[in-house]
Each structure stands twice: as structure tokens, then as C-alpha cells.
């Protein structure tokens, strides 16, 4: 057996992900295979996602969602429509059932290609996002940064998607903020002791808003499909939206999504192809598909 696996470079709305075939194998992908793929810039990537077969019956695959700095992640909503179109283009099947560390996800294709995903039931517990410490009210947390008497970003609103996520409210212009400066700050403030994703949302209209997001172990994303579900039901929780609301991502990408009754969150999107090539998931050594060479 090669140490080799197939895997292919794709995108969800400007989120980069490599999809990685480990089916039929019993090795995963390093940390340090992660980080090395994630300084090459032809195989620069915010997660891969790899694909392994199912532990549990009734699941299609398990799936492993690995940040560009080696960590893993509970959650990646762009990247969950990337394994489904690999995977749909490869087999023909439409629906699929995934486990990840977080639980069971059920993903589709639908008739206009775009794919759905539900994303579950979001979790608003100070416990279950994780919090430091006890706050009854996770609509709005007291949380700044920026200076004392005029902070720059406050009181977001935190959810859990798996994954963690705190969203500051803002008025202005999406652009306007130093997510960058302040990311990397608030990703790492000791109220997150599994620190988190932080997305800034501009609220268009009561079923629109822009937003940035810093990922935790990712940095500034094109976009991020969990947040934009963590903001989609914030947004609903706080009376801001109703509860389907377009989110438009950094990317000018635009993701729908719906808070269902049920209280599962259904993200509608696309994913996109670029590339496919080989890879040795211990070292993160690489090579593009010859096909693939013009
Ligand atoms: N890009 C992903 C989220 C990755 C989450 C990850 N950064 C974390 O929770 O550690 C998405 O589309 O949902």
C-alpha cells in the first residue's frame, strides 16, 4: 500500500479545505503533516477535512476537521459541503450521514447543485460553549477589547455550533474593524478555555448581514460556515433577524441559512474543485495529479 492518499484542494465560498481520502486505512493526519501542507502556499488550506470510514452504524463516513495549525476542530460547515460534493461526484449518492467528534451530521446535494448541511441543534449554555465562568444570559456577554471607556468590539453574543463562537454586533462597515489585531486576542482571552471562533456581524437587513471571522487555530478566513450559522441564530436569538437570513461572507459568498422549528440549522451553499493531488498524511509530503498539469 502506498503511503500516499488522495486528496483534492477545494473551496466553500473562499474557505479553504483540502478533502483527504483516508477510507480504508486505520492512519490519520498528523498535526505536523497539517501545519507543513499549511505553510506550502499551493496547498495553503484553513482545514482539511479527511474522510474516514464510518465507526458507527447508519454513518456513510467519519470526518476529521483539522485547523491550519494543527489542532482539530468539532465543526466545519464549508468543508462538510466539500467531503459531500467529493464525494457526491465520486459515488452518485446524494445524502449523506457523517460522524464527527461533535456528533452525527446529516449533508445533502440538492437538485440545483447547491449542498445543504445540518448542522444539528445550536447550544447557548456558558458550560456547553465552553465559558470560564457562569453567565445565565449567553445573548449578550460582558466581553471588550479596545480602549476602557470606548471599547471597539463589545458584549458579543456566544453559541455553540460543536464548535465555539462569539459574535460582536457592529455598526459599521464589516471592513472597518482590525479584525486581524483584535482576532487573535479574543480567540485566546481566558473567558474561552477552548478558545473561539470571533465574527464580527453587520446586520442588513431582518434576513441579511455581513460578517468577518477570525477563525480559532485558522486566523482570517474567506468565510466560515459554522459562524455564519453561530451569527444566523444569535441574530434570531437577539431579535436582530428573522430565521432564515443570507449571510454574505468576506469573499462576497453567500451562504442561506435556516433555524428550523425543529431547531436544527440547515446551511445552504456551493463548494468548488481546484485541484487533486497525492499526500503522505505523516510528513504532509505532497504531489498535484500529473492530469491536473497543464
Ligand atoms: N471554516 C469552518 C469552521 C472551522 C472551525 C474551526 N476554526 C474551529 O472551530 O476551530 C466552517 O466553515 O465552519
Not at 49 to 63: E, K, V
Not at 93 to 107: C, D, M, P, Q, Y
Not at 128 to 146: K, N, S, V, W
Not at 274 to 288: C, I, M, N, V, Y
Amino acid at each position: 500500500m502506498s503511503s500516499h492518499i488522495p486528496f483534492a484542494r477545494m473551496n466553500g465560498i473562499g474557505n479553504a479545505i483540502l478533502v483527504a481520502d483516508l477510507r480504508g486505512r486505520a492512519d490519520r493526519v498528523t498535526p505536523d503533516a497539517a501545519r507543513a501542507l499549511a505553510s506550502d502556499p499551493a496547498t495553503a488550506f484553513d482545514q482539511i477535512m479527511a474522510i474516514h470510514d464510518a465507526r458507527t452504524a447508519g454513518t456513510d463516513n467519519y470526518i476529521q476537521i483539522i485547523n491550519s495549525d494543527g489542532s482539530f476542530a468539532q465543526a466545519c460547515g464549508n468543508g462538510t459541503r466539500c467531503v459531500v460534493a467529493a464525494l457526491a461526484a465520486e459515488t452518485g449518492k446524494r445524502s449523506f450521514t457523517f460522524e464527527t467528534v461533535a456528533g452525527i451530521l446529516n449533508a445533502r446535494e440538492n437538485d440545483d447543485g447547491s449542498i445543504s448541511v445540518d448542522l444539528g441543534m445550536p447550544r447557548f449554555g456558558w458550560q456547553d460553549i465552553p465559558l470560564a465562568e457562569e453567565f445565565r444570559d449567553t445573548r449578550m456577554i460582558e466581553l471588550q477589547i479596545g480602549p476602557i471607556d470606548a471599547p471597539v468590539l463589545h458584549s458579543p453574543s456566544v453559541a455553540s455550533m460543536g464548535n465555539p463562537h462569539a459574535i460582536f454586533w457592529v455598526d459599521e462597515d464589516v471592513w472597518s474593524y482590525d479584525l486581524d489585531r483584535f482576532g487573535p486576542l479574543l480567540e485566546n482571552h481566558p473567558i474561552f478555555p477552548e478558545r473561539a471562533n470571533i465574527t464580527i456581524a453587520q446586520v442588513t437587513s431582518r434576513g441579511s448581514m455581513n460578517i468577518r471571522t477570525w477563525e480559532r487555530g485558522a486566523g482570517l478566513t474567506l468565510a466560515c460556515g459554522s459562524a455564519a450559522c453561530a451569527a444566523a441564530v444569535c441574530g434570531a436569538r437577539t431579535n436582530r433577524t428573522d430565521r432564515i437570513v443570507e449571510i454574505t461572507a468576506p469573499s462576497g459568498g453567500k451562504l442561506s441559512i435556516e433555524w428550523r422549528d425543529d431547531d436544527h440549522v440547515i446551511m445552504t451553499g456551493p463548494a468548488e474543485w481546484e485541484f487533486s493531488g497525492t499526500l503522505d498524511p505523516e510528513t504532509g509530503a505532497w504531489q498535484r495529479d500529473v492530469e491536473d498539469v497543464a
